[in-house]
């Protein structure tokens, strides 16, 4: 089956870095999306981004299909960006999602 | 407008003892489907329902089952609880089989 790994697998950061989020997976897609799961349990939409770049306030990305990978870049960080980041896509001709190995992210203020 | 909507949020049961969980999607939406993540791992899906019907199923054993209904909500059941079932279960709401999703908060089911 598809494969989806993310890196780096944890994150700590200073309040206001930079950071960039990869999502490898081993297969064509037609959707991925981005998540960011908060202490809560909670998933909340990033980005709908099947190819192509996207931004959104201080947080952009960027999926090169061809190339099998997708980008989330988060700038400026705070704290209350904390959480753990999933990627996640449907394999071809299925409905389900597989979620990537996600990455936990610490930011300190 | 309201968001997916889960309930219970929390949810303790005995081993054996039998569970069922809610979930009304966007308005609009005809799709739900429903995830298990247990602690430190991503959310595994358990089943996909577009317009009532069954579109997919994972790797769940048979004690897994659910429903869709006519106004679209959702039901998941899990029989025969296990240790092992403790999770948090998501649903997710999308208006058709292969776009966006928007998922609830969660029910977080511990089984004792």
């Known amino acids: 089956g598809i494969q989806v790994e993310q890196s780096p697998p944890d994150l700590i950061l200073q309040e206001g870095a930079n950071s960039t989020l990869r999502c490898n997976f081993s297969?064509?897609?037609?959707?991925l999306q981005w998540f960011h799961q908060n202490p809560w349990g909670q998933l909340i939409n990033l980005f709908y981004i099947p190819s192509g770049t996207k931004q959104n306030g201080r947080l952009s990305a960027t999926t090169v299909a061809t190339e099998r990978y997708s980008l989330l870049y988060i700038s400026s960080s705070q704290t209350t960006d904390s959480g753990v980041y999933f990627c996640?896509?449907?394999?071809?001709?299925?409905?389900?999602?597989?979620f990537g190995t996600g990455t936990r992210l610490k930011v300190l203020a | 407008d309201a968001g997916v909507t889960q309930s219970p949020t929390h949810l303790i049961k005995t081993r054996g003892q039998q569970v069922t969980l809610r979930c009304s999607p966007i308005s609009g939406h005809k799709s739900v489907s429903w995830y298990q993540q247990v602690l430190g791992q991503g959310p595994q899906f358990i089943f996909q329902y577009y317009e009532k019907e069954e579109r997919g199923r994972g790797n769940f054993p048979d004690r897994f089952s659910a429903r869709q209904f006519p106004n679209y909500s959702s039901e998941l059941n899990v029989n025969a609880l296990l240790l092992g079932d403790s999770a948090l279960y998501l649903c997710a709401s999308s208006p058709g089989t292969y776009t966006e999703a928007f998922f609830g908060q969660g029910t977080r089911l511990t089984v004792v």
């Open positions: 297969d064509s897609v037609n959707n």
């Open positions: 996640a896509l449907p394999p071809p001709g299925t409905y389900k999602y597989i």
